[in-house]
């Protein structure tokens, strides 16, 4: 860590990094107390059924077993959810997937619990499964939710641009094409974790990994009729989330067991395949292209549907359609045209946020339909991006009129002028014997925040404690992006103070204050513009009280330097640590508010999809390209170079920049090649790392990540979101070198080597 | 059984089960946390430990194996003195880590591979660490971070 003030736009080392190298960062996993308690939970097992009677009796005579609970224990709602309220905490009468939590086993060890778990046995009566999206549409498919008001509908809506379909007649050009994406199991390291204890007044404090502890309070109150200022959240380090912990995951389950262990503390944590199976993933989705320009290559229509498959749950599924449709149309101009999607109930495992968040799926169809456009009217992918490249003052596909700082174009000429772009052919000649490579590029764009209605909101708040130094409450998880690394930046920086003198709170529900979601490529945002207007208040106020203290009238006279305030004209100073105590406690914290400003854009008249986040207002942009290696023999897709040119507004520290660049891309590259998380009828059978691959070192190439510093005026320090951006380029980059090393556009994912082959049969058939 | 093991350079003798799990004896009964559990199945590397200086998975490694051997965790990487290893150092400043989750069990593999062989190139390091998953994709930086230790020593022996 830095002892001197931190500059913005220059790397400061994480703090927290030193505590991980050490191994002394503590994670929800790393709590034990001698004699507390192990809770653990029973699974459904099966997709679809009545359930009509939970027997312990067994189990409950194990030794070691405390207690058996079931949903007769719960005393709220027993709903949990983030926008529909469908989802159970533990299961009254109806299962509606494998990893429907059942019952909770109370127990003084790990191995009884889980012998006792093994022991409950659920009697059903099984239903049909609903798991094909498709056929879930079908007026004879079983109902997930019997009072669902729309069948196995969770959200659907649709927009007609400009002449809408009508246009369709009006190009010369139309390609047609559907793609499928895949189900993508988030994998981050920490399993769902926590542990949690209810004291004598009635208290219950949790520790755990998530990324919404204030949403998460709330949601446990509510479940388990509690009173809210009796529940308290803890987030400590998170072994990463990328949005599979945005929301309830043990939260409730651990509370509840908390309220049946005698005051004793109480750990849960889920084994890799409970994980797995109980965890929200990435939607797979179905996703229509029609897409249409004039000869010269002026889009002018797209229709595009879109079908997600959200599992039993909404968690945060209607809200990933309705950012899949704002976003289907990608970054151009596109003056006509309909989206039409639908979120659809099955017995599949729950789908719900993950970094890139629906725009992952449907800019793999937007980039895949382009590059097949641009063959269709000879002409060159890049030119024919830039064409269309949405500019400021445009509107994007749904009718939003862009009012931020939109560089699109400037990462596509970036591109455009690389080497590996310009002396592409060249090594695409050069590729060895038996060997075929490809050049592919995509072009993103990634809203970030809540859209027009839900307040993106975020309160932050800085102490000078009694030792002259600087605390900074954090109201927003950091769950390995690095965002706290840019709050001490942003307080170092204002505050002219030590880097490794300020002091991070992490998010807690009585110290810190409510800030949203760590999700949405928000974080640094919102809760930096608030946290910057809460340094310069604190700066002000200093600058004031030292002001009164010398007699000088004038505190702009007054700046903080390391440790003191120095009066400039003359130099004198007043150690930091003087004035602290010459403050009440209450006069040396400052809190300050900032709220996201939102679309005015009435793109839809459709209330639902605007609740749900229909239109944005702040967008990133990306350019990105891939050099890819076929092997003729066995299909294997190497990726040999990856090049990103973002537009993430100005950078705040290269280092954090790179490190979400990269590791947004890996998981991009993950998606586009390796990892499928298979259920079959909706039992899951990619259960550990063996079954559903990762990128390891050796998958994952090197990536160029380069920032085009873009300032955006409402920015903190002019910058924007980057956590998600990089996730939704490799895939349909890949997919468009592939296209080019062989003339077939790969339509599913993952591309695995077997669907390489097949396009490489074609060709040699051909 | 009482097992008896060197751990991070001192004598200890633990009663335990022969069957527990070396994850568990060193995070639950011996309060070092740092090692890292994350698939209980051998597949991810996040549990590396050092014995008898090679890397070794904890949560593979039952009790009873680690009887009489010389066993060094996160905890015990730093020198002596409190201060980093270099591997630790290099770490920090290519900001090879995000999460931190993987991180113990990366240093470890790290460790292991200099041991090994003290100027790997940037392939060998990529298939030294290829057991270690890291979900926020630091590897690049790892790589970096490898390679500097790499230079620094270099630059020491010269």
Redesign the interface.
């Known amino acids: 860590m830095s002892n001197r003030p931190a500059n913005i736009g220059s790397?400061l080392?994480?703090p927290?990094?030193?505590?991980?190298?050490?191994?002394?960062?503590?994670?929800s996993?790393?709590f034990?107390e001698k004699g507390h308690v192990w809770a653990g939970v029973k699974r459904a097992g099966r997709p679809h059924a009545i359930l009509k009677n939970i027997d312990y009796s067994e189990a409950i005579k194990l030794p070691g077993v405390i207690a058996v609970l079931t949903h007769k224990d719960v005393g709220g709602t027993n709903r949990q959810g983030v926008i529909k309220k469908d989802q159970p905490v533990l299961v009254e009468d109806r299962i509606r997937h494998c990893g429907d939590a059942v019952a909770i086993v109370l127990s003084d060890t790990r191995r009884s619990m889980e012998e006792a778990i093994r022991a409950i046995k659920l009697e059903v009566e099984p239903l049909p499964a609903v798991t094909d999206p498709r056929l879930s549409l079908k007026d004879d498919a079983a109902l997930v939710h019997e009072k669902n008001e729309d069948r196995n509908i969770l959200l659907g809506g649709a927009i007609t641009v400009g002449k809408g379909r009508a246009a369709e007649a009006e190009c010369d050009e139309i390609i047609e094409a559907t793609f499928e994406t895949q189900r993508q199991e988030?994998?981050?390291?920490?399993?769902e974790n926590g542990w949690a204890r209810l004291d004598d007044q009635g208290r219950l404090e949790i520790v755990c990994s998530t990324q919404t502890p204030f949403r998460d309070r709330s949601e446990i109150a509510e479940a388990l009729g509690l009173d809210l200022k009796n529940v308290r959240i803890i987030v400590p380090?998170?072994?990463?989330?990328?949005g599979g912990k945005d929301g309830i995951t043990v939260q409730t389950l651990l509370a509840l067991s908390a309220m049946h262990a005698a005051g004793r503390p109480v750990k849960m944590w889920w084994?890799?395949e409970e994980s797995f199976i109980a965890s929200v993933k990435r939607h797979p989705s179905i996703l229509r292209y029609r897409l249409g320009a004039k000869r010269d290559g002026t889009l002018h229509f797209l229709d595009v549907d879109i079908t997600m498959d959200t599992g039993p749950y909404d968690h945060l599924g209607g809200v990933v359609l309705a950012l899949a449709m704002e976003h289907s149309g990608g970054p151009y101009r596109i003056p006509n045209g309909v989206v039409d999607g639908r979120c659809v109930y099955t017995n599949n495992p729950i789908s719900g946020a993950f970094r890139g968040f629906g725009v992952t799926q449907v800019s793999s169809g937007i980039e895949r339909a382009m590059d097949l456009l641009a063959v269709k009217i000879g002409m060159d992918p890049l030119e024919l991006r830039l064409k269309n490249a949405l500019r400021a003052g445009d509107r994007n596909f749904v009718g939003k009129t862009l009012t931020t700082s939109t560089g699109i174009t400037e990462c596509l000429e970036t591109l455009a002028s690389h080497p590996l772009w310009t002396q592409r052919s060249f090594w695409k000649r050069n590729a060895g014997i038996l060997k075929k490579r490809g050049v592919g590029i995509s072009a993103i764009v990634h809203g970030s925040g809540y859209g027009p209605i839900v307040p993106d909101y975020a309160n932050a708040k800085i102490e000078l404690t009694g030792e002259g130094k600087f605390r900074v409450y954090c109201g927003v998880v950091d769950?390995?992006?690095?965002n706290s690394t840019a709050n001490v930046q942003i307080v170092s920086s204002i505050l002219n103070q030590p880097a490794n003198d300020i002091e991070l709170v992490l998010p807690d529900t009585e110290r810190t204050l409510p800030s949203g979601s760590a999700s949405a490529s928000r974080c640094t945002y919102t809760f930096g513009n608030a946290l910057i207007s809460a340094a310069k208040i604190m700066k002000e106020r200093l600058c004031r009280k030292a002001a009164d203290l010398m007699m000088k009238k004038d505190p702009q006279e007054f700046s903080t330097t390391p440790i003191t305030i120095r009066h400039l004209p003359t130099g004198s100073e007043i150690p930091l640590k003087v004035i602290a105590n010459m403050m009440d406690s209450s006069e040396r914290i400052v809190t300050a508010y900032f709220r996201a400003p939102v679309a005015e854009d009435l793109v839809t008249g459709d209330y639902n999809l605007r609740l749900h986040g229909m239109p944005h207002n702040l967008f990133s942009y990306a350019a990105n390209l891939a050099c890819v290696e076929l092997d003729e023999i066995t299909g294997k897709v190497t990726v040999e170079n990856y090049a990103t040119a973002s537009d993430c507004g100005n950078v705040l520290n290269p280092?954090?920049y790179?490190?979400q660049i990269?590791?947004?891309?890996?998981?991009g590259l993950g998606l586009a090649l390796y990892e499928d998380f298979v259920a079959v009828e909706g039992h899951v059978t990619t259960k550990?790392?063996?079954t559903y691959l990762?990128?390891?070192?050796?998958d994952?190439p090197?990536?160029e990540s380069i920032a085009m510093g873009i300032y955006e005026t409402t920015g903190p320090f002019g910058s924007k979101g980057i956590g998600e951006i990089a996730t939704n380029g490799p895939l349909p980059a890949i997919a468009n070198a592939i296209f080019d090393a062989t003339g077939h556009m790969l339509e599913k994912s993952p591309i695995t080597p077997e669907s390489v082959l097949t396009a490489l049969t074609e060709i040699s058939k051909e | 059984m009482i097992v008896s093991f060197e751990l991070n350079g001192k004598d200890v003798h633990v009663e335990t089960s022969s069957d527990r799990r070396a994850v568990d004896l060193l995070r639950e009964d011996l309060g070092l946390a740092g090692t890292k559990e994350s698939c209980g199945n051998g597949d991810c590397g996040a549990c590396s430990i050092l014995v008898d200086d090679k890397a070794r998975l904890s949560c593979l490694t039952l009790a009873a194996q680690l009887q009489g051997r010389k066993v060094v965790t996160i905890e015990g990487v730093c020198g002596e003195d409190g201060r980093l290893h270099p591997v630790q150092k290099a770490f920090i400043e290519s900001g090879a880590l995000q999460c931190g989750y993987c991180t113990p069990g990366m240093v470890i593999a790290v460790i292991d591979l200099l041991n090994s062989n003290p100027s790997p190139s940037r392939n060998e390091i990529r298939e030294a660490i290829s057991g270690n998953l890291c979900r926020c994709g630091a590897y690049q930086k790892i790589l970096d971070a490898v390679e500097e230790v790499v230079k620094d020593s270099k630059k020491e022996a010269s």
């Open positions: 790397t080392l994480r927290d990094a030193l505590l991980k190298v050490k191994g002394e960062a503590r994670f996993t790393d034990y988030h994998a981050y390291l920490e399993t380090y998170v072994g990463g989330a990328f084994s890799r769950m390995g992006q690095g280092q954090l790179e490190q990269q590791g947004g891309a890996i998981q550990d790392f063996s990762t990128p390891t070192s050796m994952a090197d990536i």
